[in-house]
């Protein structure tokens, strides 16, 4: 996990080892997000009406870091399972699949590098809708996770988190004003997207280039 060429939030490289768990294969999208609100008579986000966000099959965005929660809540209890959000040290596990050293998901070229960079893997404006393939975190609206943070790095992230960080399923300190985030996004620049990129967010902002992903203990699986 981590690192020792870029920020310094994201050093050192260091080993980690998390309990296996299961990642959504895609981030929560409109329609996913559609039953909840149904369900709870919940208030969608700010831009659940805006044509360049709303279409089904996109990653809902402008969803608080408490409103995912509550999302996690509601599918534990209608599912059946224990659903929630990805710690960082998950993300990364899933983010470099099987790629330890590796700055992307897919490798060490650059994003700009791949075939069909600037038509499909960033859009001008607008999240694309969901991949259907590449199970692991690359996306189109950066990704809320589970851990805290403290504030203090222009990222709200102290530099020296990872250096006293525990090696068994860390989860970030007890207490923070912010919450992390990971991977790129349709805003973002290409040096976010790296696999060891850390950010953060207050937990009550919603900005239309966030989204999240599900995650749950392996042991729980859904219902049907």
């Excluded at 986000?45 to 990653?59: K, L, M, V, Y």
């Excluded at 659903?83 to 993300?91: I, N």
């Excluded at 404006?125 to 969901?130: L, V």
């Excluded at 504030?151 to 020296?160: E, I, K, N, R, V």
């Amino acid at each position: 996990m981590g690192c020792d060429t870029r920020q310094d939030n994201e050093k050192p490289v260091h080993r980690v080892w998390v309990d296996e768990f299961l990642l959504a294969a895609r981030q929560v999208t409109n329609a996913d997000y559609g039953r909840f609100l149904r369900d709870t008579a919940s208030s969608p986000s700010p831009f659940w009406t805006d044509p360049a966000f709303n279409h089904p099959e996109q990653p809902v965005v402008g969803v608080s870091w408490y409103e995912a929660i509550r999302y996690c809540e509601w599918l534990s209890a209608s599912a059946g399972g224990k659903f929630r959000l990805p710690t960082e040290a998950e993300w990364e596990r899933a983010a470099r699949g099987g790629r330890e050293s590796a700055l992307y998901p897919w490798g060490d070229a650059p994003p700009q590098s791949l075939p069909g960079y600037t038509i499909v893997a960033r859009p001008i404006g607008r999240p694309a809708p969901n991949p259907s393939a590449a199970p692991n975190p690359t996306h189109t609206a950066s990704t809320t996770c589970a851990t805290t943070c403290t504030s203090g790095a222009a990222t709200g992230m102290q530099p020296t988190t990872m250096r006293v960080s525990p090696e068994q399923n860390p989860r970030g300190p007890e207490t923070g004003q912010r919450r992390a985030s990971r991977g790129g996004s349709w805003r973002h620049h290409v040096k976010v997207s790296r696999c060891a990129a850390r950010s953060s967010i207050p937990p009550e902002f919603k900005y239309a280039d966030y989204g999240f992903r599900v995650a749950c203990d392996v042991q729980l699986q859904v219902r049907g």
